[in-house]
């Protein structure tokens, strides 16, 4: 639950305010033929079977703090202001399955989906399903999706010309 610092600061707590302001600076500054990828890892609830996920940021005193979270329609909204044609977002938090379920049901005519779908493409890799927990191995010390993608990375099976990582590849490696 860090950010690079765009002062130069390093990593700083990645509190509400700074990732809406980080997300804001790419929405100003991303072009139609940029790649957009949004890496969450972390704390990730969502209450009974159809709770919103919420994304609980370094500020978060508790599970249920809703004002030092990202929401499941933050998350939408944002991608959504996003001008790249291609958009990953893996999220490595336990019920982040439910964001797939929240794309779905805000879908319908003008819905998230089709506001989302007039782009090239939105790929969306959950740690886990909605209702479930994502692991983390304490061997590795990070969650299991992450060590999945970073062994893919570093392996480079998962590159376009030795240069360009294939995100559908990677995913299908990751899972």
Do not use: M, W
Not at 34 to 57: I, K, M, P, Q
Not at 81 to 91: D, G
Request: proline letters at 2%; one cysteine or more; charged letters at 20%.
């Amino acid at each position: 639950q860090r950010l690079a610092s765009p002062a130069g600061e390093g990593d700083v707590p990645a509190t509400r305010e700074r990732l809406g302001d980080a997300l804001q600076r790419v929405a100003a500054s991303a072009k139609a033929n940029d790649t957009f990828l949004l890496y969450l890892a972390g704390h990730g609830v969502s209450e009974g079977s159809a709770g919103a996920y919420r994304y609980l940021l370094a500020d978060a005193s508790d599970a249920s703090a809703t004002d030092a979270a990202l929401s499941d329609a933050d998350l939408v909204s944002a991608l959504a202001r996003i001008p790249c044609n291609h958009r990953a977002v893996f999220l490595d938090t336990c019920a982040s399955g439910r964001v797939r379920d929240v794309l779905q049901a805000l879908g319908g005519p003008g819905g998230a989906v089709d506001r989302l779908r007039e782009r090239e493409g939105v790929f969306v890799l959950a740690g886990c399903a909605a209702d479930r927990l994502s692991y983390e191995s304490s061997i590795y010390g990070q969650g299991l999706l992450t060590c999945s993608v970073l062994f893919g990375l570093s392996c480079g099976c998962h590159f376009k010309d030795e240069v360009y990582v294939d995100v559908g590849r990677l995913i299908d490696f990751a899972c």
